[in-house]
């Protein structure tokens, strides 16, 4: 008896298992059963020698197929003769009946849950070769838009999204917001990007790359966690692949940036979002239209930067190699350990393994020449000397990246310069107390004040200052509110200029790039969008391991940088000359000349143009600069 109930329990046990596995499990329970009816009545009609009425008696293998005829089809015991032969089939027949219906119903409910687990997205993605996207962010519809152009020659590509958000709303979103997505496919999974089970959703291990955005929704201090977290659970997971990740990962505040390089180790570029828009709102501020060439940089559509092994200029010095390519532009070198230098010593000898950093449209145009250079030596002009000069600037509005635009000038002026800071934030004396100045050549004061009341604006004598950087009030609005008080602050700004007849050489933070054109209408000098800086950034570090490193040199106050200088300090204005003469000139002082600014009407990008053909003659005029990476 006790063996009876401890083999009855054990068949619950099973059965409830099953139940808990699927719908596989039970169609196997259900087959299983059905076995047992047919062989069981089999068994009794082959013993018993139960015939139909009239009819010659059963073998077992004849009993189990008529058995199994009757458990499938009901109207088969119709035409059986004999109530002994009739109750036995009619007993198989109501038991084929409930292991039909309960088949049935198994698979309706299997393919309802599968259907509902697709619409939940929660059912892993089966894809090779392609980028995941952690998280979600006002950032994704850029970086979507920017890897379509990207994938446009791939064959079937593949972008795969997940965040802790509802499938349907992330595909209709992204359906909304990014008009063309071409030959590229976008799939949304549903799921926490720091879970090790979520994670497998989305197939890292066969991925190309791997997009970990900053959390939209949350403080900098939680996103950047949430962002080390799904960085450790990708690099550690016990079941990831041998090969190394290529990760992208978007860090807000630099003071979680070290934790997140231990964590990511060699795997994880980190993008840090407000040290990089800070930088190039200093630089653009500087330099007007600054932002443009960073941008062209970035954008997949038009040039973009390279690192590829040249064995050609392998022994060659790299002031030597600047001479070598007509329709791409060198601008650096990384060394086999993987160490980036922009624009190293002319002198330097191109060892073997090294890779070069290139400007270019696209690789397959990356082409060694050795015919066609020339130079007109007699265009080139001699260096003039420009001491530095004190500068005034007065930023306007405030938010968390403006104390790194503070330190950052704080980098770059001259003794005696000048920073004005006016807001309207409740804890400006406390901020401005705790700012961290690099030199003694910046001094700063600050006042309360409303930027988008025109009296107080015009109280501040802005024409008398040398730069105006305008800042989105981004940590306590929301992004089309914070354009909204931008625009406004810039519309007061144009008409104080038209009062004063003056240009005033305005720099603005927007967040969304929606509005940039809209701030058209402002005539400001340049416009640095946030997000889509950021956007542009994560994209192209996605497809190139080294670019954080050298957009990190490039932004660095210690490196070589970018500058927009008086083409007229480096060739003559009267007779056209090729680039290649331009690129002689520039070498000459140890610059490298990555394109040039030429204001016409009508013409694209406001007339820059980076990484122009060597061989085509141009003819400057007055006001035109020239694009060159330098040292100071």
């Known amino acids: 008896m006790s063996q009876r109930i401890s083999w009855g329990a054990r068949l619950r046990y099973e059965f409830d298992k099953s139940m808990s596995v699927g719908p596989i499990a039970l169609i196997g329970w259900l087959a299983v059963l059905s076995l047992v009816v047919i062989i069981l009545a089999g068994a009794i009609i082959a013993l018993l020698r139960i015939t139909p009425e009239g009819g010659e008696a059963l073998g077992f293998v004849e009993a189990m197929w008529a058995s199994l005829m009757r458990t499938l089809d009901a109207g088969t015991m119709g035409g059986d003769t004999g109530w002994v032969f009739r109750i036995v089939m009619l007993a198989v027949t109501i038991g084929g009946i409930f292991i039909v219906s309960t088949l049935i119903g198994v698979l309706s409910s299997g393919i309802e849950g599968k259907l509902d687990e697709l619409r939940k997205g929660r059912s892993q993605v089966l894809e090779e070769d392609h980028t995941i996207i952690l998280n979600w962010s006002p950032s994704i519809f850029d970086i979507v838009a920017e890897l379509v152009v990207a994938n446009k ?11 802790d958000r509802d499938k349907v709303e992330m595909e209709d979103e992204i359906a909304a917001k ?24 989305v197939s890292p291990q066969q991925s190309r790359s791997i997009i970990v955005l900053s959390p939209g929704d949350e403080d900098a201090a939680e996103a950047d966690s949430q962002v080390v977290k799904t960085v450790l659970a990708l690099v550690h997971d016990p079941k ?20 997140a390089r231990v964590v990511g180790g060699k795997e994880a ?13 200093v630089h653009s501020s500087r330099q007007s239209g600054l932002s443009a060439v960073y941008s062209e940089l970035l954008d997949f559509d038009g040039c973009e930067i390279y690192t590829i092994e040249q064995p050609g200029l392998t022994g060659n010095t790299f002031g030597d190699a600047l001479m070598a390519y007509e329709s791409s532009t060198l601008i650096g070198l990384v060394t086999p350990e993987g160490h980036v230098a922009l624009n190293p010593p002319l002198e330097t000898i191109i060892g073997e393994g090294a890779r070069a950093v290139l400007i270019a449209e696209d690789d397959a145009a990356i082409k060694i020449v ?10 080139i002009r001699a260096a003039r000397p420009r001491p530095p000069a004190a500068e005034r600037v007065l930023v306007l509005g405030w938010n968390r990246r403006a104390a790194i635009i503070a330190y950052e000038l704080s980098r770059y002026v001259a003794p005696g310069s000048l920073l004005t800071i006016a807001a309207d934030t409740p804890d400006l004396d406390d901020v401005v107390s705790n700012l961290s100045i690099a030199s003694s050549n910046l001094t700063v004061e600050y006042g309360h004040i409303d930027t988008t009341d025109r009296t107080a604006l015009e109280g501040l004598d802005i024409p008398a200052y040398d730069h105006v950087l305008v800042l989105g009030y981004s940590d306590t609005l929301g992004p089309q509110p914070t354009d909204t008080r931008t625009l406004v602050t810039l519309l007061h700004l144009r008409k104080i200029a038209d009062a004063a007849g003056i240009h005033i050489n305005v720099v603005s933070e927007m967040v969304d790039v929606r509005n940039r054109e809209l701030a058209e209408v402002t005539r400001a000098d340049d416009f640095v969008v946030s997000n889509k800086l950021v956007s542009l950034m994560l994209a192209q570090a996605s497809e190139n391991e080294n670019l954080a490193a050298i957009f990190d040199d490039l932004l660095d106050e210690e490196g070589s940088e970018i500058y927009m200088r008086p083409i007229d300090d480096y060739v003559a204005l009267d007779v ?4 290649y003469t331009v690129t002689e000139a520039a070498r000459s002082r140890g610059e490298v000349a990555m394109g040039y600014h030429r204001p016409r009407p009508g013409a694209a990008a406001n007339g820059i143009l980076v990484n122009p053909s060597k061989g085509t003659a ?4 007055a006001g035109d600069r020239l694009i060159v990476l330098a040292r100071d």
């Open 153 to 163: 020659s791939r064959k079937r590509p593949r972008i795969v999204i997940m965040a």
């Open 178 to 201: 990014v008009a063309d997505l071409g030959n590229t496919r976008v799939i949304c999974r549903s799921g926490d990007p720091t879970d090790l089970y979520d994670l497998t959703l």
């Open 240 to 259: 990831r692949r041998e090969a190394p990740y290529r990760i992208a990962a978007e860090i807000r505040d630099a003071k979680n940036a070290e934790v």
């Open 269 to 281: 570029q980190l993008v840090l979002a407000d040290d990089l828009i800070a930088r190039i709102v």
């Open 370 to 379: 050795t015919d066609g250079i020339s130079v007109d030596p007699d265009a």
């Open 576 to 579: 056209p000359v090729n680039f």
């Open 618 to 621: 141009v003819q400057y005029q």
